[in-house]
């Protein structure tokens, strides 16, 4: 009489096998979830968190008139642009226009790279706004002012209701994507045209990569959407935007 074969040991290793697999499909995709979540709620904190946007936009009392000395004023006549103060932590240029004889005085913080720009009239305040060093896009308020001092027209270069991430929320995103030592050199608005056709609202972030290996650089631009701060794509270019 034949002995029955038993077949138990195999269908356990099969039955082993099969819930092994399960469990570690199931484990992929919780973590790709995780990924997914992790990602979209990053971005979701820069979109509810302004704190990254704000800086020290205030004109003080003393840049409300400006006395030029016999020197400086000599020197605007024939000079287009005079430096004032040139330290580790401000530069302060002054520049006379050549058709409106009016003249600016532009203040840059070089721990922030933002430029507050005053502009007077006769000694007087009738203009003032901010922009970032890196690409010169304005940013914050743009605000003029009549001989009086009273401001007549603000200009709100923020524009948080089209860009809810703002410049530093786009740059702090492309710095978690980059190396330690590549440096972004620029950066501006732009627009990105999708396959559906629609329009989206992006910051453009140059970045200029390293290779110690190969021994060269290369520039790139990361395009982030305004709105979501995902990263559409990365691009390499050719020079400086700016």
């Not at 800086?55 to 400086?72: A, N, R, V």
């Not at 603000?154 to 994507?177: F, L, T």
Request: net charge positive; proline share 1%; charged share 30%.
């Amino acid at each position: 009489m034949k002995q029955k074969e038993n077949t138990s040991g195999t269908g356990s290793g099969i039955n082993y096998i099969k819930a092994a697999m399960q469990n570690k499909v199931k484990i992929m995709a919780i973590l790709l979830c995780s990924v997914v979540i992790y990602s979209c709620n990053s971005q979701k904190r820069f979109v509810k968190n302004d704190n990254l946007c704000g800086f020290d936009d205030d004109i003080l009392l003393k840049e409300k008139t400006l006395s030029l000395s016999k020197k400086q004023d000599s020197l605007l006549l024939h000079k287009k642009l005079i430096e004032v103060i040139n330290n580790k932590s401000t530069e302060s240029t002054l520049f006379k226009h050549p058709t409106y004889g009016t003249i600016t005085n532009k203040l840059t913080n070089k721990q922030t790279n933002i430029e507050k720009s005053l502009v007077y009239e006769k000694g007087k305040l009738i203009g003032s706004f901010f922009s970032y060093v890196k690409g010169g896009e304005n940013i914050g308020k743009e605000t003029h002012y009549d001989t009086d001092g009273t401001i007549t027209k603000v200009i709100d270069h923020r524009q948080a209701d089209k860009y809810p991430i703002c410049y530093k929320e786009a740059m702090a995103i492309v710095k978690r994507r980059m190396a330690n030592r590549d440096t972004i050199f620029s950066l501006g608005k732009g627009k990105w045209v999708t396959k559906t056709k629609d329009t989206v609202r992006t910051w453009e972030v140059f970045v200029r990569e390293i290779d110690k290996k190969k021994e060269e650089e290369k520039s790139w631009v990361y395009r982030v959407n305004a709105v979501t701060g995902e990263i559409i794509n990365k691009k390499e270019v050719i020079s400086n935007p700016r």
